[in-house]
């Protein structure tokens, strides 16, 4: 069964950038995407990606700050995030997905990596 680890989270402060990898255990075949989690808040879409790169979408709260990426060869899935705020502050998680005119998200989730950004 196919494992999705993250990384690359950690301690920011606002402005900064920061870059988390999601690299699966084996080929996906799959959208991949980008959810975060912050306290006493549901988990939301962050940013997702079709398998052929093709198709990407994003969250308006992220629009043009951040990107993802993904590399087929390498199983990774990326999320370049610019120009970050302390509202960004949240566990992101990787996720195995389709498109169905929008990102739908599969019960296929890595553990998550916590991102913290100060003001």
């Known amino acids: 069964q196919v494992q999705l680890v993250e990384s690359g989270g950690g301690l920011v402060q606002a402005g900064g950038s920061l870059r988390l990898s999601c690299k699966a255990s084996g080929r996906t075949f799959s959208a991949m995407g980008w959810f975060r989690q912050a306290p006493g808040k549901e988990r939301e879409f962050v940013a997702g990606i079709s398998y052929s790169r093709t198709m990407t979408s994003t969250a308006d709260s992220v629009k043009d700050r951040f990107t993802i990426s993904r590399d087929n060869a390498q199983n990774t899935v990326w999320l370049q995030m610019n120009s970050l705020k302390p509202e960004d502050t949240a566990v992101y998680y990787c996720?195995?997905?389709?498109?169905?005119?929008?990102?739908?998200?599969?019960?296929?989730w890595g553990q998550g990596t916590q991102v913290t950004v100060s003001s």
């Open positions: 996720n195995l997905g389709y498109y169905s005119g929008s990102y739908l998200p599969r019960d296929f």
